[in-house]
């Protein structure tokens, strides 16, 4: 990719307005800021006049955490949208005219989210309950919540991955050390596809000690991530005390694998999938089965494009205006890449032309952090050198 990339051009018809600007320190170069600049008397002249996105009708390009925490954003501080601060330049031109606005955007924190997997012998039964002579294979609970889990870990990258099994003595009994620990690495979502294969199945399932057990291991944690339990399970607990009873200081995603018959076990979940705070939306219960989206669910970056890539304009634009968008890459932020006007991986006019949306790739390099800052810039009669488009007449 070069990284020389196009900021608008001057206005005043000298040199500069022919040539794009760089700003990775060569010739004219000027970093990007978190305001918004007034080119009626060219670069020089900035005008503080960026609001909060949250505060000015838009939404803010937050990345969601599975409980709304720890997500990146989009923010942009120093006024209200429209104030006029920076006084009248005594220029009579159509409101906005070489305006541009940079809004930050924070990176996303992955949340460390610990898989409490149960090992118990009923997940040898296939997914009616019923057990089969020579083992149920492909069939069995077993397999079928592994095979969840591995797909889970290996396409959702933006989360901190642990795994923990009960009962581990083949009996009633926990352990405090996961399988897989946080901190977690790059290789933690193989790591625990490794672990998963090399498990086997025995005793029973002491869901409500492994709960507490879970807890008290993420409770010993001091990253700054926000911090999920998953629990996956057949349903069936063989000890003592009743899991929908358990103590739950962590929110707790509820993964199981039942039979449609086990009216107890389906109550006892539900009620354990409300209680962790992460009860599923919209579904037949409250928890979350094989066959559910659990990566849309758990994905930091994976939020409703509607609300999460929304940018606020200083107001509705006139007739004929031209808006130039860039994303600065966080990582180089020499590089201001265009996002072109484009309904699929670009942006949109929201209604009213008072916002725009960003959507496909644009929107998701927000949400997970790759553009540092997203660039708005107001045009009337300087050609747009970024991803451009132009309101239509109304």
Known sequence: MDDTRAHPTAPNGGA??????????????????????????????????????????????????????????????????????????????????GEMQAFPVSAPVPPDILILMDRSSSLLDDSTGMSCTGGCGARSKWALLTAAIEKLVTSVGSVNWGLMFFGTDDACGTNLSPAVPFPASAA?????????????????????????????????????????????????????????????????????????????AIAALNQLAVNGGEAQQGGANAFYTTTDDLSSVLDPTATSLATACTIPLLGPLPAGMMLAIGGQLRDDVSIVTPIPQDPTNGWVYGPGYTTIILNGTSCQSSKDGSYGQIFVTYQCNEPALLGHGRAQGR
């Open 16 to 97: 500069d307005s022919q040539r794009p600007t760089r700003i990775d320190g060569g010739v004219d170069a000027r970093p990007p800021r978190a305001h918004h600049v007034s080119m009626a008397r060219g670069w020089g002249l900035l005008v503080v006049a960026i609001a909060s996105a949250l505060g000015c009708g838009g939404e803010s390009l937050a990345g969601r955490s599975p409980a709304g925490t720890g997500g990146g954003g989009m923010s942009a501080t120093g006024g209200t949208f429209g104030t006029g601060a920076g006084g009248d330049l005594g220029i009579d031109r159509t409101p906005f005219c």
């Open 188 to 264: 933690s979502s193989m790591m625990i596809v490794g672990a998963l294969d090399a498990a086997t199945t025995g005793g029973d399932a002491p869901t409500t000690a492994a709960l507490s057990a879970a807890a008290e291991y993420l409770g010993s944690l001091s990253d700054g991530s926000p911090r999920y339990v998953l629990l996956v399970t057949g349903g069936k607990s063989g000890c003592s005390s009743d899991p929908a009873t358990a103590n739950l200081s962590f929110p707790t995603f509820v993964l199981a694998a039942v039979a449609p018959s086990d009216t107890t």
